[in-house]
Every structure is written in structure tokens, then in C-alpha cells.
């Protein structure tokens, strides 16, 4: 397979290569006149709808052809020859993904969902010509995307990670896209992982009828910005009501999930934010209840809550409980002085210059002194500015590059702010990948420190003149959410 192909394969999202090559019909329709249907409007694939007009099954003109090939039958229907359950993918999984869950189930075809209605947006069609074009690719896909229902093969798509990015790095892929696919594949060890750790205790809880619920996870990870060597954020979110008998699963199911997320080298939350710490597990009602109490509060500690959550997705389970939460959320910081106390809580965060424009280096940490904190002092403050504005403009997409876009549409920043900000956020990603693939390829620690004196004379003029710029979006953002002008 080609090199642009092969990177499309790993950077590149479902939902970008969807096609309108379907139709909907009812299923008790007959097949004669089904095909003559699909023929008649040029579509390869029926998909079938029952008296609600709800997808039930699917099937191909091929899947017809193949069948009715030695045997013809007028009275056969849709219902009697289709796929059933119909297996999606979400517009935003990436192509890799797609393609391993068709070359599983020996699909040609499959539907794709809207992330946030669930309703389908088209048919990706991938061939047997193009994945037999995949070459060594096709390997790398079915190790990543295969059904496993054991830690091991969690543990090896997480070691395969830096494997990725630097094939991506000599291939000059952006940045961005490799921290989503690095984001990506983490999300997928997350649902297998809960899967794994709903198997392990449904003996003990086989009496126990469980309510929707779905696992978020926070940050980074939320985000899709992860690099190689994230930690755990995350929580859960059901319905129905809060007893002691559905914590008491939650806390079972949390504390095992979390067990083989640490197994996968995806380490403990330092600081407990994680579903086995019952502050991050609730029932929908009782998230909000305790976010009423957090902008109540108004300490630090809440606030630093509020911004961890104000990032997160959900990875597994019942989208829809996700999405009402964000909404509340959004209605509940939709608040002038909420968002002045949100930016005091940040207001020490700042980029890594001091006044004479020089790195400000660690000096405390012994383990990484005379180092550069490329997080805390570099994408940190930038990813929190963008946040406070979309916190003040009600932005619901999660992504910084994503909130950028949409900041710049509402004339909040100019086209050449958004291109610099962008470009800030990109570069130091870059720089920070790079960083961290080196240390993972000579098996040291993955961290966020940099040693600027290991830069090229081009990169340290960058990475200054970017710090300086997110300087004076601190600066911006002071005026603007303090009051405070100087």
C-alpha cells in the first residue's frame, strides 16, 4: 500500500470517507422488489427498518446476488436473508478501526453514526481490493482492532503505541493526528477493559439488573490530545437512581477496570480521579447535584474538578448520559463570576519565559532539574485559556484545535490569532512528542520535560516566540475575565 495511504489508515476518521450508497426499506419488504429499488436509485446496500422506522438489519445487492444464484424465490423478504443486529461505527473512529471490525466480520460494508444523534450518516465501504493492498499494514489492524477478552492483548496495543508514532513522525504526519490516534487507541483499551471487568464480576452480581450507564474519561483523554504516556481520568455516569446496591457494582466495576488500565500501562490518577473514587461515580441526577455543590463551594479544589470534567467524553456504554450532563454543565458555568473564580484558580499557570525571555528551567525537582516543563509551562496554559473562552461562549466541542475554530467563527479571535494559537498548540505538541518517543525508544520514562539545550537553534526561536504570544493570551485573558487592566 502506498505511504499516504497507509497514513489516511491511522490519522484519518471514518465518518471522511462515508458515502450516500444506501437505502432504507421496511423489512418485511420483498426482495425481488427491493433490489429493483436499489438498482433503479444506484444503491449497493439495503438497510432495513422496522414499523418504527428503527435499523435493524442490513444487507448488500452482492449478499442477494450470492444467494439467489441457485435458488430464486419471490416471497423471500429483506427480514429473512439480512444481518441482524446491525454492528456501526462512529464517524469519528478512525479508519484502522473500521476496517479491522469489516475484516472480522468479513463486511464490505458498514454503517456509519453521527457521534452525538446516533443516527446514520452513511455506508463506508471498504473492499477486498483495498485491504488486500494493505500489505504488512493489515497485520498492525488486526492486532489493534481484534475482539480480545484478555489484559495481554490490551498490553500489546499499548506497547505498539510508540511503534506508531514514530512511523508517523518520519512520515511528517501532524501532530494532532497522532495524539488522537494515540487518544483513540487508549479509548478502545478503555472499553475492553470495562468489558473485561463486567465478565469478571457478573457471577457476583448475576442478580443485579444494571442500569445504562457510561464511562467518561477526563483531560487529555477527553480531549483526544493524549501523548504517549497519560494517566487515568475518568468516571461513571448511570441512570435511574442512587442505593448502595448500584454503588456497590460501580465501585466492583471501577476498581477492576482501573486495575487493567494500570496493567495496560495507563498508570492510577496520582491525585484519585478515577470511577474507584466515589466523588467520579454517580447516577446523572446525582452528577448534578454535586456540580451544583462544586460552583456552590467555590473553593480551589472544586474549580480544579470542574475544569477536569469541563474536558470529557464518554468512551464506553450510553452516550446520551454524557451528552445531558455536558449540557447541564455548560447552563451551570454559564455564570460571569463562576468564570472569574475559574480564572483566579489558573491565574499562576503561565508559559515558561522569564522577563529576560529565557526558559525558566525546574530547579526543585531533582530528578528533572535544569529541565523544561514542556506541559505546565507550555500547552497547559494555552489549552486553559482556550477552555475559559469556551466555558464563556458556551462552546460544547471538546477538542482545543476544535474550540479554536469555533472561537474564530464567533470573532472572538482574529484569523491571524487562531493561526498562531493553532500553530503554538501543533509545535509544541510536536516538540513534546518527539521528546517523549525518544525516551520510550531508549526505554526511559515517558515525562513532559524537555532539555532545551538538545533543540535546534530554529526550534528554540520557535518555541520562544510561541511562549511570549501565549504570554499575552494570559495577559487577554486577565482583562478579559478579571476586569483587571494594566
Known amino acids: 500500500m502506498n505511504e499516504k495511504k497507509t497514513i489516511e489508515l491511522f490519522t484519518k476518521k471514518s465518518g471522511d470517507f462515508v458515502s450516500s450508497n444506501y437505502i432504507c426499506l421496511n423489512e418485511n419488504d420483498l426482495v425481488v422488489d427491493a433490489v429493483k429499488r436499489a438498482v433503479d436509485q444506484n444503491k449497493e446496500t439495503i438497510l432495513a427498518q422496522n414499523k418504527n422506522d428503527e435499523i435493524i438489519g442490513i444487507v448488500t445487492l452482492k449478499d442477494i446476488f450470492k444467494k439467489f444464484v441457485t435458488k430464486f424465490d419471490q416471497e423471500i423478504k429483506i427480514k429473512d436473508i439480512m444481518t441482524s443486529p446491525v454492528i456501526y461505527v462512529n464517524m469519528s473512529d478512525l479508519l484502522f478501526h473500521a476496517v479491522g471490525i469489516m475484516r472480522k466480520n468479513n463486511f464490505t460494508h458498514i454503517p456509519v453514526l453521527n457521534d452525538h444523534s446516533k443516527e446514520v450518516i452513511g455506508i463506508l465501504n471498504l473492499s477486498d481490493a483495498l485491504s488486500a493492498e494493505l500489505g504488512n499494514t493489515i497485520s498492525h489492524i488486526d492486532s489493534l482492532t481484534q475482539d480480545e477478552n484478555d489484559i495481554q492483548g490490551l498490553i500489546n496495543i499499548k506497547k505498539y503505541q510508540p511503534v506508531l508514532v514514530e512511523n508517523l513522525l518520519q512520515q511528517n504526519v501532524a501532530p494532532g493526528d497522532i495524539a488522537y490516534l494515540l487518544s483513540f487507541l487508549n479509548n478502545l483499551i478503555y472499553l475492553r477493559s470495562v468489558n473485561i471487568a463486567k465478565k469478571e464480576i457478573s457471577q457476583k452480581f448475576k442478580n443485579f439488573t444494571v442500569p445504562n450507564f457510561s464511562v467518561i474519561t477526563m483531560g487529555s483523554g477527553g480531549r483526544m490530545e493524549s501523548f504517549l504516556h497519560p494517566d487515568q481520568d475518568n468516571g461513571i455516569i448511570y441512570s435511574g437512581d442512587e442505593s448502595k446496591e448500584t454503588d456497590l457494582y460501580f465501585e466492583e466495576l471501577s476498581k477492576h477496570f482501573t486495575k487493567i488500565l494500570d496493567d495496560c500501562d495507563i498508570p492510577f490518577c496520582k491525585g484519585n480521579l478515577m470511577a474507584s473514587n466515589p466523588l467520579w461515580r454517580h447516577s446523572l441526577n446525582g452528577w448534578k447535584s454535586q456540580l451544583e455543590d462544586w460552583t456552590k ?190
Do not use: C, W
Not at 473562552?389 to 475554530?405: A, C
Open 297 to 486: 463551594n467555590l473553593s480551589q479544589q472544586s474549580m480544579r474538578y470542574i475544569e477536569m470534567l469541563y474536558d470529557f467524553r464518554s468512551v464506553y456504554g450510553d452516550a446520551s448520559l454524557a451528552q445531558d450532563l455536558r449540557k447541564f454543565l455548560l447552563n451551570v458555568l454559564d455564570n460571569k463570576y463562576l468564570q472569574k473564580f475559574m480564572y483566579k484558580n489558573e491565574e499562576n499557570s503561565d508559559a515558561g519565559l522569564n522577563i529576560f525571555g529565557n526558559f525558566v528551567l525546574e530547579k526543585d525537582d531533582e530528578e528533572n532539574k535544569g529541565l523544561f516543563n514542556l506541559k505546565h509551562t507550555g500547552t497547559l496554559p494555552l489549552v486553559e485559556s482556550i477552555r475559559l473562552y469556551s466555558v464563556k461562549y458556551q462552546i460544547e466541542e471538546i477538542s482545543t484545535q476544535e474550540r479554536l475554530d469555533k472561537l474564530k467563527s464567533l470573532d472572538v479571535f482574529t484569523e491571524n490569532e487562531f493561526d498562531f494559537f493553532s500553530n503554538a498548540h501543533k509545535f509544541l505538541s510536536l516538540i513534546l512528542l518527539k521528546n517523549q518517543f525518544e525516551r520510550a525508544k531508549q526505554n526511559l520514562s515517558v515525562r513532559n520535560y524537555i532539555d532545551v539545550y538538545k533543540l535546534t537553534d530554529r526550534e528554540v526561536r520557535m518555541l520562544k516566540m510561541y511562549l511570549k504570544r501565549i504570554k499575552k493570551l494570559k495577559d487577554k485573558v486577565r482583562v478579559d475575565f478579571s476586569e483587571e487592566y494594566f
